[in-house]
């Protein structure tokens, strides 16, 4: 696959998280996290994107909602459970992206806010529709995902750099 291939990134938020008496880490999902990571996983499904990769938090909540997302697409990628993404900032998050070998054509990261939002408009220099309207509005909440698009290797994906935002999908917007 060629360095110049249309390349997406997709990023799904992790569902709705409960609060027990545990480590951030530890959160699983609350009932209505359990009830919009499938209805995510089907949005997804619809959007057509045949995932090459998925990487995912090491959290419970991403995990979990990771579980019940997948089963909804119609092939499971191969997926890598990565610590790097939980809490991760903006630049770690570009330096994990940015490791992705070029084989891959289609890249889904299962993270956390403010991360996943904070990319989203990193890489959102240009917008179809009213995605980025859209995403601007709602905040990017539990259980969402944008899909960004872009041209050239995963090792060019920066801050501003000239992607474009295609959807953003969220369940209760």
Not at 32 to 48: E, H, T, W, Y
Not at 50 to 79: H, I, N, Y
Not at 125 to 137: C, N, P, V, W
Request: glycine content about 6%; overall charge negative.
């Amino acid at each position: 696959m060629s360095v110049d291939t249309p390349r997406r990134i997709v990023l799904l938020r992790h569902a709705k998280a409960d609060w027990p008496q545990t480590s951030d880490h530890e959160r699983p999902l609350a009932e209505r996290g359990r009830q919009d990571a499938p209805v995510a996983g089907r949005k997804l499904a619809d959007s057509g994107i045949g995932f090459d990769l998925a990487l995912c938090s090491t959290a419970v909540r991403t995990r979990e909602t990771w579980k019940l997302a997948a089963p909804q697409l119609p092939e499971r990628p191969k997926t890598v459970y990565e610590e790097r993404l939980y809490e991760a900032s903006l630049g770690e998050l570009i330096a994990v992206v940015n490791e992705t070998p070029d084989t891959v054509a289609n890249l889904l990261l299962i993270g956390h806010n403010p991360g996943m939002h904070a990319l989203a408009d990193a890489l959102a220099g240009q917008s179809e529709g009213d995605a980025l309207a859209r995403m601007t509005r709602s905040g990017f909440p539990t259980a969402a995902f944008a899909v960004v698009t872009f041209d050239g290797s995963w090792k060019s994906v920066e801050h501003g750099m000239d992607a474009t935002l295609v959807d953003f999908w969220a369940p209760h917007a």
